[in-house]
């Protein structure tokens, strides 16, 4: 960072001083915490036995902070540093599972707000009574993909219908996806005839929301049969570079993924299916509950989860990950 042409490069200088941050934290974190430690034996030897409960509190404290830093132990994949795209799709069910996605959609938000992440919304498609058919965020913040990546897979929903006349039980289902912000650079090539690129209108709330030019951009590419669109800036030209920055960052993902089942494959190792299909429930009636289908983690409080009190669950995830990775080398070398 002391290079004179460091800022020459701003995306990258931007990621290496993010990085940068990230450790910085994380090394500040670790000096306090034995600095408490250390601070606090000398406080129990001095205390009779009565007065030790005064420290509660901070040993509490303390042990939470210490937690923290184990979930930064399970940091430690190759893109878990890099900002994210969270993609948001209704599944069957018409305006029920529309209204699932945008309640999804709105925890995620509140999510952000609440831990000092940033996002963006790069697309979003309304619903036609209500709700959305799809969103795409752009989540900027400390280890985003780490984090988010655990939110890959099927979110269930099993409630009374605000729709329903008759006020029956409806389940409904939508995906979330998760994808790395990968920098410019990244070494992936796109053939120019590989692409269908369409242009059309970008919808908004109305009255000045709504962009009368022909500026939002839905890029196929055709071998993969993978689609992206953006439509959160006024430019048509703006837009496509978004649009084909996200395209390289999903091929890029898809090759790595390959690469990594191969891999796998040699090694022995079998992923097991519930990582990638149905991941986490939540019932609203006959009862409360949100329960991940991973990690085991269960709470009766399903409004503040909904209201973006997310963070244990993806904890939960993480560990469970680690661990199911470790119980899988285990079989093999057994």
């Not at 191969?262 to 409360?288: A, C």
């Amino acid at each position: 960072m002391s290079e004179e042409n460091f800022w020459d490069d701003i995306e990258h200088a931007n990621n290496i001083n993010k990085e940068c941050a990230n450790l910085k934290k994380i090394i500040t974190t670790v000096e306090k915490i034995e600095i408490e430690i250390v601070d606090n034996l000398e406080l129990i030897n001095m205390l009779e036995e009565n007065e030790l409960n005064a420290l509660t509190n901070e040993i509490d404290k303390m042990f939470s902070e210490i937690e923290e830093l184990e979930i930064n132990t399970l940091l430690n994949d190759k893109f878990d540093n890099l900002n994210c795209y969270l993609e948001i799709h209704p599944g069957a069910g018409g305006t029920e599972s529309c209204d699932w996605a945008s309640m999804l959609m709105r925890m995620y938000e509140r999510f952000c707000e609440k831990n000092n992440y940033k996002y963006e919304i790069i697309d979003e498609q309304k619903g036609d009574e209500a709700g959305i058919k799809s969103a795409v965020l752009l989540i900027r913040g400390y280890f985003a993909y780490g984090y988010f990546k655990g939110e890959k897979g099927i979110h269930r929903l099993v409630r009374i219908s605000p729709f329903d006349s008759n006020a029956r039980r409806h389940t409904s289902f939508a995906s979330v996806s998760i994808t790395p912000e990968f920098d410019k650079n990244i070494d992936i090539e796109i053939k120019e005839s590989d692409l269908k690129i369409d242009v059309y209108h970008s919808s908004g709330a109305g009255g000045q929301s709504v962009n009368t030019s022909n500026s939002a951009v839905r890029i196929t590419h055709i071998p993969s049969k993978v689609v992206v669109t953006c439509q959160n800036e006024r430019s048509q030209l703006k837009n496509k570079d978004q649009a084909m920055k996200m395209l390289k960052s999903k091929l890029y993902q898809l090759e790595e993924e390959r690469k990594e089942k191969e891999l796998n494959k040699i090694k022995g190792i079998n992923e097991s299916n519930e990582w990638g299909s149905q991941i986490r429930n939540y019932v609203l009636e006959p009862y409360k509950l949100v329960k991940d289908l991973r990690s085991g983690y269960e709470s009766s409080n399903v409004d503040k989860i909904l209201d973006g009190d997310i963070l244990k669950i993806m904890e939960s995830v993480l560990k469970a990950k680690v661990a199911n990775t470790c119980e899988s080398s285990e079989n093999m070398e057994a």
